[in-house]
Structures are given as structure tokens and as C-alpha cells.
């Protein structure tokens, strides 16, 4: 892990409230955390406890109530929608639990899509590499609805990984598969991050992903807990 003394991704103070059936709800509540280039990060809690949004939130996706999020030097509270999907497609992958993949898409074009939205002359060959790096180079034609669960969640990991983030942002990655398929992409998920040097943050209940990450942060009711490295998650 790099000892660079600028953090990749820091929150000050951050808080976060959302509309619930009863009213405002508080989600995230004094958030002050910072996360080094190249460190591996698991967000830990019990459901309910906030994770989620944290990720969120880190990634720019949720907006935080109050409080400062900055990623790469970039303050990302004073970025509107557009500045920050630009930052997000420049310096960002994010794999979601459910995959999130488009399903008129194959798998090649799924994968292609962040590349040639930033313009990339050669999206089709970075994102055929990428596929044969997760093992699916043979499934590039095919659509997500041929496709196994895991092999989904492979395709997911491609395209996150495709345009080389700094910052990789995993939210339950093996939340939907069976154990074995969770294995393999838990094993590709840490060597695609090794392979690109990004610095990893990932929401997870699974204690064997936990511990193989560099240091754990657990929440509860929206608060950080008391940090210990390597501690088992929920």
C-alpha cells in the first residue's frame, strides 16, 4: 500500500439525511474517513447500518447533506451531475450487487460502453481484453440474459476496470452468487485491482473478502465505529 500523504478519497464531517415515509431520516451521521492510494477498504455493519450510502456517497452518486467529499484532490460537493459523471468516468469504477448491466447490450458492448463515452478510439479492443481477462473472451456476443449470474458479475468487473480507475468501488460484489462463483469473482476482483494499481472500497458481510482487505471500517446507525484492522465482518 502506498504511504502517499494525500489521501485518494477523504470525507470531513459528512452527513446524510434522505426523505423517509415518516420524514427526513438521518443515514450517514459525522463521517471522517480517509482512504490512501492503492489501500483495500471494507465497509462492515450490520443491514441498515449505512454502508451503502457511504459507498455512495464516496463515489458521488449520493449527494451528502452536509460535510466535504473529496476524491483525487477534487472537491466532489461543489460538482454538478454532469462534472461529476466526467470525474466518475475519468477516475472511477463502481460494481454493484445486482450487476447493473445494460441487457440490449453483449457482453463486448457493455464492457466498451465507459470507453466510448470518453471518446476511446480502440473501446473494442481494451474491453475484448478486459473480458478475456475475467475469463469471458468466448462469451463477448452473447447478452447478459445468456449469461450466468456469475459470469454477469465478471462482465460487471470488466467494464469497471476497463478504463483503468484510480478508484474502484464495490458494493456487495458477491452478494448475489452461490459460494463458489462468489470465490472466483472475489480472486478476480482482487487481482484486477492489483493489475491496475486502484485503490479498492467495498461494502461487504462476507468475513473471508473482509479480511483480505488492508483495513475495515464498521458501521452502525450511520456512525463509524472504533477502527480495527483486519476485524471480522457482520
Known amino acids: 500500500m502506498s504511504t502517499d500523504?494525500?489521501?485518494?478519497?477523504?470525507?470531513?464531517?459528512?452527513?446524510?439525511?434522505?426523505?423517509?415515509?415518516?420524514?427526513?431520516?438521518?443515514?450517514?451521521?459525522?463521517?471522517s474517513?480517509?482512504?490512501?492510494?492503492?489501500?483495500?477498504l471494507a465497509l462492515i455493519g450490520p443491514s441498515g447500518s449505512g454502508k451503502s450510502s457511504l459507498l455512495m456517497v464516496m463515489g458521488g452518486l449520493e449527494q451528502a447533506t452536509s460535510g466535504r467529499v473529496t476524491a483525487m484532490g477534487e472537491d466532489l460537493t461543489r460538482l454538478d451531475e454532469d462534472a461529476l459523471a466526467q470525474f466518475r468516468r475519468n477516475h472511477m469504477g463502481v460494481v454493484f450487487?445486482?450487476?447493473?448491466?445494460?441487457?440490449?447490450?453483449?457482453?463486448?458492448?457493455?464492457?466498451?460502453?465507459?470507453?466510448?463515452?470518453?471518446?476511446?478510439?480502440?473501446?473494442?479492443?481494451?474491453?475484448?481484453?478486459?473480458?478475456?481477462?475475467?475469463?469471458?473472451?468466448?462469451?463477448?456476443?452473447?447478452m447478459p440474459a445468456q449469461m450466468s449470474g456469475g459470469e454477469q458479475q465478471r462482465v460487471a468487473l470488466a467494464?469497471?476496470?476497463?478504463s483503468r480507475p484510480d478508484i474502484l468501488l464495490a458494493d456487495e460484489p458477491t452478494g448475489n452468487l452461490?459460494?463458489?462463483n462468489g470465490a472466483q469473482v472475489m480472486d478476480l476482483l482482487f487481482d484486477l485491482r492489483d493489475r491496475h494499481a486502484s485503490t479498492l472500497v467495498m461494502v461487504t458481510h462476507a468475513p473471508d473478502l473482509a479480511a483480505r482487505c488492508d483495513r475495515t471500517v464498521r458501521l452502525r446507525?450511520?456512525?463509524?465505529?472504533?477502527?480495527?484492522?483486519?476485524?471480522?465482518a457482520e
Request: include cysteine; proline fraction near 4%.
Open 221 to 232: 446507525d450511520g456512525l463509524i465505529q472504533p477502527e480495527d484492522t483486519r476485524e471480522a
Open 178 to 180: 452461490d459460494q463458489a
Open 97 to 142: 450487487q445486482s450487476f447493473h448491466l445494460i441487457p440490449t447490450m453483449t457482453a463486448l458492448e457493455n464492457v466498451a460502453t465507459p470507453l466510448e463515452l470518453a471518446g476511446e478510439y480502440d473501446a473494442f479492443d481494451r474491453a475484448r481484453a478486459e473480458l478475456d481477462a475475467v475469463g469471458l473472451g468466448h462469451r463477448c456476443d452473447h
Open 5 to 31: 500523504a494525500h489521501p485518494v478519497l477523504s470525507l470531513q464531517d459528512v452527513h446524510l439525511s434522505l426523505n423517509g415515509n415518516t420524514g427526513r431520516v438521518r443515514i450517514l451521521q459525522e463521517i
Open 33 to 40: 474517513l480517509d482512504v490512501q492510494r492503492g489501500e483495500t
Open 159 to 162: 467494464r469497471a476496470v476497463v
